[in-house]
């Protein structure tokens, strides 16, 4: 489903495909990350320095081929770092690998309020298992 030039996954479907390699989460939540708890295994890269950490990223999720962005409800920050990460690769015209980028749905708080896993550990960057 597309609004807004992005493609949004429901709770459901995240769940669904988590135990696949090829998949990242990215939590774009600023300092609420570190008090709410968190989808386990997420990557954190907030939004308020997304753009500077947007090479690091692409490093960072080098064996990656869909990325899931989220931020407390995927209204506004989830979505807006999704289109910068995707209007990037595509000025850079590099092939990294991404081959999609989706949103979640209602984001970490829908998550959390659905009674889907939450990891609540402090390490950096999260070292628990996809579920
Ligand atoms: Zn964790």
Not at 35 to 49: C, E, K, M, N, V
Request: some cysteine.
């Amino acid at each position: 489903m597309a609004r807004n030039g992005v493609s949004f996954i429901t709770g459901a479907q995240l769940l669904s495909l988590r135990r696949r390699p090829n998949i990242a989460v990215i939590d774009v939540r600023d300092e609420e990350r570190s008090y709410d708890g968190h989808i386990p295994g997420s990557l954190h890269f907030a939004s308020d320095s997304f753009s500077d950490k947007i090479s690091d990223l692409i490093q960072t999720v080098k064996q990656k081929d869909t990325l899931v962005f989220h931020c407390a409800l995927s209204q506004v920050r989830g979505p807006t770092c999704a289109r910068r990460l995707a209007s990037y690769l595509e000025e850079v015209k590099e092939d990294v690998g991404i081959k999609d980028i989706l949103v979640l749905e209602r984001g970490f708080n829908g998550w959390e309020s659905s009674g889907r896993p939450v990891c609540r550990c402090t390490d950096i960057p999260c070292k628990a298992h996809n579920l």
